[in-house]
């Protein structure tokens, strides 16, 4: 019961939200993405903007995840100072290593360079990037001692997109760079020709059973 009231309450703010925000949802409802991602909404944050729709994804390999994601479109129509827009996307994507990759000590610029190389290759305009890039390992002792070592990169970022047409950004556009990120740091080959220039994670420990 909590639930359904939940959803028709979601569903009311979303009929009383402005068209801008009703148009950069509907944009990110309709994008056509790569088949090997998997997404779906997921209940969105309440308190960081007046606005908010939250998506999350994950990168699948038959009944494996290889990694996964999730994205948040925040909207404040009287516009952030921090965000020098009225628009915002906020993300988390994670995926698994091989330990001895994740002792790289490149690999936190490596993966921050993907995000922006994403954005950058589908020639999209943003502003106030921030974020960080987190490598964590995990070694298991006791009854767990069997269980290899294990290690994860996490990257947590957030930027403006530009607004385009009515105060609208290209939100498809800026969802299908950041399915981009999820494959790359996934280890899939680029989806097409134009991302041939594309260095995708090498070789990490087997993918997570969902």
């Known amino acids: 019961m909590d639930e359904a009231k939940d959803t028709e309450n979601d569903r009311r703010e ?5 068209l801008p925000f009703r148009a950069a949802v509907d944009a990110l409802r309709a994008a056509r993405l790569r088949p090997q991602i998997e997404v779906e909404p997921t209940p969105p944050p309440k308190r960081l903007a007046p606005y908010s729709y939250a998506l999350e994804a994950a990168v699948v390999d038959g ?4 990694a996964d994601g999730r994205l948040v479109l925040l909207h404040d129509p009287a516009g952030h100072d921090a965000w020098r827009g009225t628009f915002r996307l906020v993300t988390l994507v994670r995926a698994e290593l091989e330990p001895e990759m994740a002792a790289d000590p490149l690999l936190p610029e490596v993966c921050w360079s993907w995000l922006t190389g994403a954005l950058q290759t589908r020639g999209l305009t943003y502003g106030e990037p921030s974020g960080t890039v987190t490598r964590a390992s995990s070694h298991y002792f006791g009854g767990l001692s069997a269980r290899p ?6 990257i947590r970022a957030s930027w403006t997109p530009r607004e385009g047409l009515g105060g609208v950004p290209d939100t498809a556009a800026h ?31 087997g993918p997570q059973s969902r």
């Not at 070592?149 to 996490?154: C, G, K, L, T, V």
Request: hydrophobic letters at 45%.
């Open 63 to 66: 009944d494996q995840d290889l």
């Open 149 to 154: 070592a294990a290690s994860q990169i996490e």
């Open 175 to 205: 969802l299908a760079s950041w399915c981009d990120l999820l494959a790359q740091i996934a280890g899939l080959p680029p989806a097409g020709p134009g991302d041939a220039s594309i260095v995708t994670l090498p070789q990490r420990r």
């Open 14 to 18: 979303a009929d009383s939200a402005p």
